[in-house]
């Protein structure tokens, strides 16, 4: 075997290594996003996230790891798509945000119709249709 077959053989081995262990830790980072997202009641979209950052950098035991970023897109309603990051170093999780959203009450009424449109009313209870708004906001 030659120096150059060698080389050749090494970035090949190296580079199915990376891609088994990006896979790996992608299927983590999306786990920890659904078990996030289910914990604040909110619905976890695409049941993926995507990888927007790949860099080295080394963990507290100095050792150099893969740090990756990756953005997930979740919905407190249904309708409106909010932005998501998990920062991942090596297969430990160091961060994770999620956007403001506004959290869906629990009078809200969401009603299917025949059409593929979902129309979203409040419910209102009596005391809300007897409140009086000041003077400017009717």
């Given at each position: 075997?030659?120096?150059?077959?060698?080389?050749?053989?090494?970035?090949?081995?190296?580079?199915?290594f990376?891609?088994?262990?990006t896979?790996?830790?992608?299927?983590?980072?999306?786990?920890?996003?659904?078990?996030?997202?289910?914990n604040?009641?909110?619905?976890?979209?695409?049941?993926?996230?995507?990888?927007?950052?790949?860099?080295?950098?080394r963990?507290?035991?100095?050792?150099?790891?893969?740090?990756?970023?990756?953005?997930?897109?979740?919905?407190?309603?249904g309708i409106?798509?909010y932005?998501?990051?998990?920062?991942?170093?090596?297969?430990?999780?160091?961060?994770?945000?999620?956007?403001?959203?506004?959290?869906?009450?629990s009078?809200?009424?969401?009603?299917?119709?025949?059409?593929?449109?979902?129309?979203?009313?409040?419910?209102?209870?009596?005391?809300?249709?007897?409140?009086?708004?000041?003077?400017?906001?009717?």
């Open positions: 075997m030659s120096v150059s077959e060698f080389i050749m053989l090494f970035i090949l081995l190296a580079g199915i990376y891609w088994i262990d896979v790996y830790v992608k299927e983590i980072a999306c786990q920890h996003g659904k078990d996030r997202c289910e604040l009641g909110v619905t976890f979209l695409d049941a993926t996230v995507e990888i927007t950052k790949v860099r080295l950098k963990n507290p035991k100095g050792t150099v790891n893969f740090k990756r970023d990756y953005s997930f897109e979740f919905s407190s309603d409106k798509r932005k998501g990051t998990i920062s991942m170093l090596g297969k430990v999780l160091l961060d994770l945000q999620m956007s403001a959203y506004p959290e869906i009450s009078n809200t009424v969401i009603e299917q119709t025949n059409s593929n449109i979902i129309d979203i009313k409040q419910a209102k209870s009596a005391s809300d249709k007897t409140k009086k708004f000041p003077t400017g906001f009717r």
